[in-house]
């Protein structure tokens, strides 16, 4: 577990700014582009006042063509810049398909090893800000499923920072998905530099009966799930993966032999999705160690409807990964 | 430069006094090259040599070598997936490109990009493209990059006639005249996308699309490398004085089928086939006037011809026996 109490208390949203302030401080190659990135500091005021600091050459405010600003992105990254591209909504990165899927992520491995992409994707996740079905899907496994990328998908201030970093200064296309309902959560970050490596999972709480596995928010979920369980008398233990791909498959496969029991929670529809992938990755890892089913709850298998009363039907929710437990661990 | 009634820009031999009897005939040379090239590349994919397919650019060579002989090595450029003529153009050496063609290691990519995917970063090549219009992203973050790096380098989008029903095409042209970036498009209209033609796929003005975002744009035949050279250096010069980017239409002609396997053509008549190739063969187009105006004797082409073919056999041989990957490479350049 990360153990990081010296430090400032900030948002994810401010973690998100700092990580770009100090990379792009850092190195001159850096920048952003993206609808409403530079004036208006992106429709959820993340990068307010990046602007002012780095003005309009390395913040750059671009048309609506999600296709275009990737490709430029590629464009930029195999030619020496690192670009950060900002695609508002996860729901548009569909548009930038073609770009992620067969340029940016195939590049390096087409051209023999010679060409590099070092650029960042960042974009959001995330249902229950009543946007409805093009505005609220987390799609990070269909980018997760592409030889070529990484995805990563911090769930606290400290990661966020720490990943961001992290991607802008790798060589590979690295997406990075912020759930667009964490910005204003609050979290310990250090006041010193550091970065954490993509494909170390953490373990947010030690457990012994039930592993949870959770994504980006999901965490919380399940920490709060957590605590339910805790009165009940069972002991879960939280491991959060902080990156798709490269996914920490050891860390996985270590909490689940030591609980014998795994739900994995995500917001992605549950269909051909993460927690599939990682279920997979637990069942294969720790079968000999399991006394139940390794379980899933991911997003409903529905585009996400509008009305309150419906979309929070279709996204996990602390009740469902308690009676989910309860039933694992022989508590009726 | 004038034009003619049709708007199409013309050429005019007095902005060419300057340019040297041998520049000609390295052009000359570079176009034969790219000729001959894909003619052993006929034959390696008839004689069942070569892995998959092919896109041949026999009759294109003017475009590709009269826009690259306007670029210096450390310009950009981005292809198509008849990019084989772009690439020679460029710089690449023909062993690498048949090794490349032939999966083997000594190819350009290690032999995992194959035809469409030719990348060399030291002749500035970003890399041919299997996604038709899928560069023209590329080239514009390349000309972004120039731009931010306050470098003079330009960066030059090839793509077909096929790529203008490609949207992120059109993205890219607004951000590039918006930005005013160091771009040349350089449009290939050979008259099909693949087996249909351009007028059933493409409606209006082609130039318009260009005159809509109020870049520079110009018209040529793309037979005529003298024109092709005269138009795109001038193109150049404004670009790396910031004057930004354009839009060049060539017209021009596949003398071959989509791709090597398509012999039977059904889609266009071999009298056409046969005009463009008699009446407008870019080869002939700069030999003829090289033996009119500058005194060339005719044999001199034969001989060239004659060293060229050579410098195939030996490449092509080369790439026949040059080794395919170990299989340990299938997983390397995954990640960087």
Redesign the interface.
């Known amino acids: 577990m990360s153990t990081h109490e010296n430090g400032r208390e900030i948002t994810f949203g401010e973690a998100i700014k700092e990580a770009l302030m100090e990379e792009m401080h850092r190195d001159s190659h850096v ?1 952003i582009i993206g609808e409403d990135v530079a004036a208006a500091g992106t429709v959820f005021k993340v990068l307010t006042g990046l602007l002012d600091e780095f003005g309009p ?2 913040v750059i405010d ?2 609506i ?1 999600e ?15 690192r ?1 950060v591209v900002d695609i508002m909504f996860g729901d548009f990165t569909t548009l930038a398909m ?2 992620m899927v ?2 940016a992520a195939k ?12 650029m960042v994707i960042r974009t959001t996740m995330g249902a229950g800000r009543r946007s409805a079905a093009q505005h609220s899907q987390s799609l990070h496994a269909w980018y997760s499923h592409v ?2 990328l ?1 995805v990563a998908i911090p769930s606290t201030p400290y990661d966020a920072k720490g990943l961001m970093k992290t991607a802008i200064r790798e ?2 296309p690295v997406v990075i998905v912020e759930d667009k309902m964490m910005y204003s959560l609050k979290g310990i970050v250090p006041s010193e530099e550091y970065t954490i490596p993509l494909g170390v999972a953490d373990v947010k709480r030690v457990g012994e009966d039930i592993t949870l596995v959770a994504t980006s928010q999901m965490v919380h979920l399940a920490l709060e799930a957590s605590q339910k369980l805790a009165a009940l008398g069972i002991s879960a233990e939280v491991v959060d993966p902080r990156t798709t791909f490269p996914l920490d498959k050891q860390a996985l496969v270590n909490s689940v032999k030591k609980t014998s029991r795994a739900i994995v929670i995500d917001q992605g529809y549950q269909r051909y999705g993460v927690t599939g992938e990682i279920a997979s990755v637990i069942a294969d890892g720790a079968f000999y160690y399991l006394d139940a089913p390794v379980k899933r709850i991911g997003a409903m298998d529905v585009p996400i409807p509008f009305s309150p009363i419906l979309e929070d039907l279709t996204i996990p929710s602390v009740p469902d990964i308690v009676e989910m437990a309860k039933t694992l661990c022989g508590r009726y | 430069m004038s034009q003619d009634e049709t708007g199409i820009s013309q050429l005019d031999l007095t902005e060419l006094e300057e340019t040297t009897l041998d520049h000609w005939l390295n052009t000359y040379r570079q176009m034969i090259k790219i000729r001959l090239f894909e003619e052993k590349t006929n034959e390696l994919y008839t004689s069942a040599k070569m892995p998959g397919l092919a896109h041949l650019y026999i009759g294109e060579e003017a475009v590709a070598v009269g826009v690259c002989e306007a670029l210096r090595q450390d310009d ?1 450029i ?1 292809s198509t997936h008849r990019g084989h003529g772009h690439c020679l153009a460029k710089g690449a050496k023909l062993d690498k490109m048949f090794s490349e063609l032939l999966g083997k290691v000594d ?7 194959g035809s469409m ?1 030719i ?3 030291d002749t500035g090549n ?2 041919a ?3 038709v219009g ?13 731009k ?2 306050a470098s003079d380098q330009v ?1 030059v989008c090839f793509f077909g006639d096929g790529a203008l029903g490609q ?2 095409f059109y ?2 042209m ?2 590039a005249q ?1 930005w005013n970036l160091p771009v040349i498009y350089v449009c290939e209209n050979n008259l099909y996308g693949e087996y249909t033609p351009t007028e059933k796929s493409t409606s209006g003005n082609r130039l318009a699309r260009a005159e809509a975002f109020g870049m520079d744009n110009v018209e040529i035949s793309g037979q005529d490398v003298r024109l092709v050279y005269q138009t795109v250096k001038r193109l150049v010069e404004r670009a790396r004085a910031g004057e930004g980017p354009a839009f060049l239409l060539c017209h021009t002609y596949r003398f071959r089928g989509h791709h090597v396997g398509d012999i039977d053509r059904p889609y266009r008549s071999r009298e056409e086939e046969e005009k463009w190739q008699t009446e407008n063969d870019p080869l002939k187009i700069l030999s003829d006037w090289l033996v009119s105006d500058k005194m060339v004797e005719p044999d001199l082409f034969s001989q060239i011809e004659e060293e060229v073919r050579a410098e195939v056999e030996v490449a092509v041989t080369f790439a026949l026996d040059a080794s395919f990957p170990d299989e340990m490479e299938v997983d ?5």
Request: glycine fraction near 20%; charge should be positive; charged fraction near 15%.
């Open positions: 920048f050459e390395r671009s048309p063509s296709a275009g600003i990737t490709g430029i992105g590629v464009g930029a990254a195999v030619t020496g810049m670009p073609d770009q067969n340029q590049t390096h491995y087409m051209s023999g090893g010679k060409l590099r992409v070092p030889p070529g990484k060589d590979n | 950009y981005t190819g350009y990519c290690r032999g995992k990009g995917h990348a060399d970063q970003l890399g493209n299997g996604i899928g560069s023209a992203g590329i080239a514009t973050g390349a000309a972004l990059s120039i931010m790096r960066a949207g992120l993205e890219s607004n951000m918006l390397a350049h995954v990640y960087a």
